[in-house]
């Protein structure tokens, strides 16, 4: 026997007419004994057939293969109907009977086959009946109370049948209501959704609260619905899925992005999609019928596809992933950050140690004065060296802790511009690189912390010099844009390539981390630069290309009061490819170029 419920039940209310019946047709035999005497051997084997309904129970019994035990019993009643039309005369009408209850009993089975067998034997049997002639009336009288004794039985089976027959329904009605109702309550609780799937991944029922979990009406989900909301990238693999299930009816899983909703882009002119991750669990709904054919599985049973949202879990794992790179990447720079400083440190010590052990021993100090000063001026250029390398490595650390302060006061920043400009001069020229000034002179005054300014001027230009090669061109502007003023650096130099501009002004990133690179330097300038523009409320752009040249462009408010209230931070780093010309270039040699904003 089964152990579904509904299986119990579609057993039971098989048995239970033929028990029925079968006992009926057994308190018959000693009244049909007491009326007609001893059976004929016909009469025997009839009283054999119609006990095949009741082998039919032993099998099923015996095997609890429902199907089987209905062929056995549809065959019981068929040959039973066919030996009473061959076997004995007048009882014609009892014959159809029987062939009826058989025909009744394929209808409420999937045997067309049994079907068509039974109405060719119905119609073969009412061939033969239109024949027959009328008995005498006491042949009648007789024929009729032998049709009343075998008629009770089968009328009482056929009402068992229909009455089973409407309990099996009303039991599997209320199965699935049921079932509905604790999958219903089980999806809402646990937040899951369940899809019934074809074989083309189409949908044709949901359980489950779409609409108060995502805003998504089932309606339209039915049919390609769903299908339409998978990712692009992801319905093959959905396809392939469902494909798989009905193959191997076994249970598979696969992560799928499914549309939950639409959400105004950035720029309001049109709506994006917002997709959510579904970790999708698919398996062939298990059929009640144990037996079923391939065909009938695949257009009648669906699978069934479990969907649980995972968007909480996977971003988790994404900002964990982006956590342990960004911490990778931080140790990395900061042990390539540690081998540069040591570098910048070591030689200038060297200087200083080597000079001042020569001229602190008398036997290798200089007589000639000039030499001497010489020495000294080397040991202080090195000790100076040392100190902005030190200062350098201190802003960076109060702008990362937040300690930084600023000090705005009203200043005309051309000149200051002009100042920073004839300190680096010196270092152009030795270069023999061109330091062109492009600015007017009477811009309204800048508030803001003129050391500060000072500072992202100095690096700016110093960074210029240092990377534009003999015979370039380095370029400072100055223009009002609103209530901002835009200080633009250009250069003709080596550039920068787009890998390395994605990183530019993180602190301890280089673009070159080789200890005996041409360019000396800690490369925390434009970090300090980048952390400053932030403390003033600005931003700060950056535009290179491999030997196209660098032009970084800081706006700064005139005013920086107005920011002082915004919690500072160093400005955030955008990367976009465009178009561009370096410092000089020709327009037929114009190649693309990556602005970095920040």
């Not at 002009?418 to 508030?447: F, P, S, T, W």
């Amino acid at each position: 026997m089964s152990s579904r419920p509904l299986e119990a039940a579609r057993h039971r209310y098989f048995i239970l007419p033929r028990l029925v019946v079968s006992a009926c047709v057994l308190l018959g035999a000693p009244v049909w004994l007491f009326l007609y005497g001893a059976p004929t051997a016909y009469e025997a084997l009839l009283f054999l057939l119609a006990q095949i309904p009741l082998m039919s129970v032993a099998v099923l019994a015996r095997t609890g293969n429902l199907r089987v035990a209905q062929s056995i019993s549809i065959f019981g009643w068929l040959a039973l109907a066919l030996a009473v039309d061959g076997l004995t005369e007048g009882y014609e009408t009892i014959s159809i009977t029987l062939l009826a209850i058989a025909l009744v009993e394929a209808a409420l089975t999937p045997q067309i086959v049994m079907i068509f067998v039974i109405v060719a034997a119905t119609i073969d049997v009412l061939a033969l009946t239109a024949g027959v002639d009328i008995r005498p009336e006491i042949a009648a009288l007789q024929r009729s109370a032998s049709l009343a004794i075998l008629a009770a039985p089968m009328l009482l089976y056929i009402a068992f049948v229909a009455i089973c027959a409407i309990r099996a329904e009303n039991a599997r009605m209320q199965s699935d209501t049921a079932n509905a109702r604790d999958l219903r309550l089980l999806t809402e609780a646990i937040g899951d959704i369940v899809l019934h799937l074809d074989r083309t991944g189409a949908v044709s029922m949901i359980v489950g609260d779409t609409h108060k979990a995502y805003g998504m009406d089932q309606r339209d989900l039915i049919g390609r619905g769903f299908f339409q909301r998978v990712h692009i990238a992801d319905r093959p693999a959905f396809l392939k899925l469902v494909s798989d299930a009905f193959d191997h009816r076994t249970s598979l899983t696969t992560l799928l992005r499914v549309q939950v909703s639409l959400e105004p882009s950035a720029s309001g002119a049109y709506s994006e999609p917002v997709f959510n991750y579904f970790d999708a669990r698919m398996a062939l709904a298990e059929p009640f019928i144990d037996d079923l054919d391939e065909e009938t599985v695949a257009v009648a049973i669906p699978v069934v596809c479990i969907l649980r949202d995972v968007t909480a879990e996977r971003r988790a794992e994404e900002a964990a992933a982006a956590a342990r790179a960004e911490s990778e990447h931080a140790t990395a720079s900061k042990t390539r950050f540690l081998a540069n400083i040591s570098h910048e440190l070591r030689t200038p010590l060297n200087a200083i140690i080597g000079f001042s052990e020569m001229l602190a021993n008398p036997t290798l100090a200089p007589t000639d004065p000039a030499k001497q000063r010489e020495y000294a001026e080397i040991i202080s250029s090195s000790g100076n060296h040392l100190l902005e390398v030190v200062n350098t490595i201190l802003d960076m650390s109060k702008i990362e802790s937040g300690s930084m302060q600023i000090f705005p006061e009203p200043f005309p920043l051309p000149l200051l511009i002009d100042q920073c400009c004839d300190m680096v001069q010196i270092k152009a020229d030795q270069g023999a690189v061109n330091l062109m000034r492009d600015y007017r002179r009477d811009i309204d005054e800048l508030v803001a912390d003129k050391r500060a300014c000072k500072q992202i001027l100095l690096n700016l230009l110093s960074n210029a010099v240092k990377f534009t090669p003999a015979g370039g061109k380095v370029r400072v502007r100055l223009q009002p844009e609103g209530n901002l003023l835009a200080i633009t650096v250009s250069d003709t130099g080596i550039g920068i390539a787009a890998g390395d501009l994605a990183r530019l002004g993180n602190p301890f990133f280089q673009a070159s981390s080789a200890h005996d690179r041409a360019y000396e330097g800690t490369g925390l300038g434009l970090s300090v630069v980048r952390g400053l523009v932030g403390l003033h409320g600005g931003a700060m752009t950056v535009e290179s290309a491999p030997r196209k040249g660098t032009s970084v462009t800081v706006r700064i408010p005139i005013d920086c009061r107005e920011t002082e209230n915004v919690a500072a931070a160093s400005a955030k780093i955008e990367t976009i490819p465009r178009h561009g010309l370096a410092l000089g270039a020709d327009v037929g040699h114009e190649r693309e170029t990556v602005k970095k904003i920040a």
